[in-house]
């Protein structure tokens, strides 16, 4: 089987400093991923989410800062309601809120990117395609 | 019900409370059909049945009327709930808007799958309880079982789309132009059906606190796909999780846009909708 | 579609030892988009810098994407570098091919290299549809307006006037001064609070730029960083005045534990401030001492430590058991914080003094014996399990300190928030003492009870931070960022498609944005003064209309598209 292919929004305060310092490390990391750097976790689209699944990505991370560690006043607050209300429409629909992954304050360090990473590469390998949708 | 309505719109237009009442008409071809009721001579064809939502088409009127044009319009729960919706969103304004709020049947909440079959300003008729729509066979025998199969049913069903917009243009909540269907980096154009994931979900999605769970949007769609069932996990996430229903009041806003954190909740295997499903997929 | 040169960074082999360059450059060629695909040693060199810019300025590109290393290494120099040669910000583009590709997949370079020519695309792409926020500037009033003329205020105004800037100080009370002047000494250096104020005061009087404003109170306030227009009555009449910032320095107030040990029933039952003021006046007569610690603090009602309480009762209680001879002294605690070097010092100092600890729970209070007079208190020692009773003549209450009655009031006038408990708080814990809106600062126990040291110290900060808005004669909006380098715009709202359905106001943590009504419709307004680009606004908009052109939806989209 075709190893998933993931995307991930990095807020440029938290996720996008562990992927940063996974690179400085030079920690060998499974190739399928692209990260896309925002300013905020707050600044992610629920469309654009959307638009990534129908394009054929597998999962999507967001990675975001912890609960009352925003810089923008808790901005990643708001985020996280609504990317969970998200998950459970993918729920009804079937695709599954495992494939939106939404780690808050847990990518800080490079290790920790690699293993959010690795661990969610792991995970959509056992998800059945998400052909039917296509 | 139907001479209650008729005498609180002639009192409304007797005493110029409102310019108009909005509501339904049976014309002289026998055909029933949305009217401004301006003279309470006219109430006489007034009619109650079947149900049409009137929130869009009221929205539209008082857009178009000048400033201090004041409507008072005939709406069932789910017609009253949208008009608070558009209040909020400054659509409408509160002082131009009188409602006269009507009760379904125990019937109508069926169809609908309603569980607040009734407005929360009731004028005429009784109220009858609502139902839970997870209790409800159809909703029931489609949501159930595993990811896998929930998405072989959704996919099937969707594919039968003929992207006609009917449930766009028919959700009262659904008011923007240009909307993000009909843009290239969103929803591919030109492709019918239409791409499932972006176009259904982006405009589920876009409702989902805003829903009032009407219903237009299935009844309009000429292919029957129940559209309605999209809505209904996140309307209830909403409900449990922050005690949140959309169109109540024009004061309380979305959770979903406030940082307020009331319950920090990011540990979840199973969406909180399928509890209610649960007893079935064991026996 | 704009035309586009690319140019690929080798970093001395660190890109091109693991990426195939000749395979990027092949995939690049066939975009014909791409005019100009240069490959270059290293854009760190000035001479490949120099190199990069005359190929740009030759070829007929519009736009620069560069890929080399990520944002966070040196490519910000690069853009910098690129920025001061003349090349507009928005005209360029920067891709990771380093830490997020060449340096994670060494050992497999031929999906490395499939990766790099994707991330290549995604930044082409993005490029493409980049575009420039608005920007806006204002004059600034150098004066500022600090309120609150505790030690906190008085350190702050005497700093920004030694500056060289105007400074209105406001005053709730008739004279300035604040805690200090209710208290005897300070610790934990024992000096008298009027040593310790009095120069303060004098500048107060002497400096031609403070201008002093006892008896006044905010009403309302208006305008952004660097031009606010602060209302307030003065002695009972209307007044304003325009400052460039604001610092609040209103302090915090006693809490009086009625109720509690019999406080307000019992006359040998007091709290610190009493016996400060009995201390002032010299009506202090005291041998057998008790002083009950966290009284109304640490519990459920006001968990947090207010801590300044501990200290205060080390000083009290050692200056009684070295003055008053044959004196007893006991202090009831539930834990002494004394963090810090000076303040641990402190601590086994009043040991050695003689005052003695004992330690209590919170379920297992110190008793009261005597009703209309107290003559002993009985408590369980925590530690040894032993109930012991203390005689004594007088029972001190170590309160906390609680948040003024208007704070609320205030923090809505000035756009700025309050803590759970009601004291002002920080926008972020890495910025110290600023505030959700840019140029008004905190500082003192309005933020979080703290000792006179530190309020004066913070007064001061607080003054240096106010000094980098004031010495602008202008202050433009993209630079009201509180991270080194731009902002990384301002949203846009587009006013034709705007609803004014109002998501973007309810979700905007900054209060940036809001509705107006105009040519009879509602649309959405935003401050660019306010805005910090976070983008809340962004994602909840329903169609797309509220944007940051620096990161606008097209170019996420393209780039999801392009992105395998
Ligand atoms: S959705 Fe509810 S309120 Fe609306 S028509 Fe149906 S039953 Fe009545
Ligand atoms: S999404 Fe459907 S049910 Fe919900 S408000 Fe719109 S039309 Fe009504
Ligand atoms: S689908 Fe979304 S963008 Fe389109 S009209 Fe509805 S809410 Fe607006
Ligand atoms: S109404 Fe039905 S057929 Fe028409 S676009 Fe919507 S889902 Fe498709
Ligand atoms: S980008 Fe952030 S700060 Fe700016 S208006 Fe939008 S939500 Fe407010
Ligand atoms: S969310 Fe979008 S449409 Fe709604 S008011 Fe804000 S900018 Fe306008």
Known sequence: ?134 | ?283 | MANISVFLCKCFGEIDNTINFDFLREELSKDPSVVLISIVDSLCLETDIEKTVSQIRESNSDKVLIAACSTLSRGNLVIESLIKEGVERHKIGLVDIREGCAWIHGDNPEDASKKAKDLINMGIAALQHKDMSDDMSVTVHPNALIIGAGPAGLAAAMSLARTGFKVNLLERSKVPGGMLKLISRCYPDNDDASNKLGPYLREVENNPLITFYPQSKITSVEGDTGNFTVHFSFQEKDSFIQAGVIIVATGAKIFFPTGLYGYGEIKNVINQMEFERQSLNGSLETKKPVFIQCVGARNRERPYCSTICCPISLKNASRIAEDIPGASVFILHRGIMTPGNTLEKYYRDTLSSGVQFIRFEEEQPPRIIGSDYVEAVEVYDAITGITRKIETDLVVLSTPLVPNNDNVQLAEMLDIEVDRYGFFSEIYPMHPLETKTDGIFICGSARWPVSSDHSILQGKAAAMKAVSYLRQSKIAASTLSRVPGLKSGHARVVPESCTGCGNCVAACPFDACHIEKLEGRYISIVNMMKCKACGSCVSVCPNGTMQIPEHNYRMVGEMIKMAF
């Open chain 1, 1 to 134: 089987m075709n190893q998933p292919r993931i995307l991930i929004f990095a807020c440029k305060w938290c996720g996008f400093i562990g992927a940063d310092a996974a690179g400085k490390k030079r920690i060998s990391l499974p190739s399928r991923f692209r990260v896309i750097p925002m300013e905020c976790a707050s600044l992610v689209e629920t469309d654009a989410i959307l638009r990534a699944l129908a394009g054929g990505i597998d999962g999507i991370a967001v990675l975001g800062c912890h609960i009352g560690g925003c810089r923008y006043n808790n901005a990643n607050h708001t985020a996280i309601k609504r990317l969970e209300l998200l998950q459970d429409l993918l729920d009804t629909t079937g695709i599954g809120s495992s494939r939106l992954l939404l780690s808050f304050g847990t990518a800080h360090e490079d290790y920790q990117f690699e293993e959010i990473i690795k661990n969610f590469f792991d995970e959509l390998t056992l998800l059945p395609p998400l052909d039917p949708w296509l």
């Open chain 2, 1 to 283: 019900m139907l001479e209650k309505t008729k005498n609180i719109a002639r009192q409304i237009l007797e005493e110029k409370k409102a310019s108009a009442v909005f509501g339904l008409m049976r014309n002289e071809w026998n055909i029933i059909q949305p009217h401004l009721f301006e003279d309470p001579a006219g109430l006489a064809n007034l009619v109650l049945e079947p149900k049409w939502l009137l929130a869009k088409l009221a929205m539209r009127i008082l857009r178009s009327s000048p400033e201090n044009y004041k409507l008072a319009v005939i709406c069932r729960g789910c017609d009253e709930r949208a008009l608070i919706e558009l209040i909020k969103r400054n659509q409408i304004e509160k002082e131009n808007l009188l409602t006269i709020g009507i009760a379904c049947s125990q019937e109508q909440a069926a169809i609908c799958l309603c569980d607040r079959p009734y407005p929360e300003k009731l004028d005429a008729g009784e109220k009858v309880s609502g139902v839970d729509p997870f209790q409800d066979e159809r909703v029931r025998k489609f949501l159930i079982g595993n990811d896998k199969e929930r998405m072989k049913r959704w996919a099937d069903m969707l594919k039968r789309c003929i992207k006609c917009y009917g449930c766009r243009n028919s959700c009262p909540i659904c008011i923007c132009e240009p909307c993000k269907l009909e843009d290239d980096v969103w929803v591919q154009r030109g492709v019918v059906p239409a791409e499932t994931i972006t176009f259904h979900l982006i405009r589920a999605f876009h409702l989902s606190d805003t829903c009032v769970a009407c219903g237009a949007c299935q009844e309009a769609c000429p292919v029957n796909i129940p559209l309605l069932y999209l809505q209904l996990g996140m309307r209830k996430t909403l409900r449990e999780k922050y005690g949140y229903e959309a169109g109540l009041d024009p004061e309380t806003k979305s959770p979903v846009l406030s940082s307020a954190f009331e319950k920090p909740d990011t540990d979840r295997e199973f969406p909180d909708w399928i509890n209610s499903l649960r007893e079935e997929d064991e026996s």
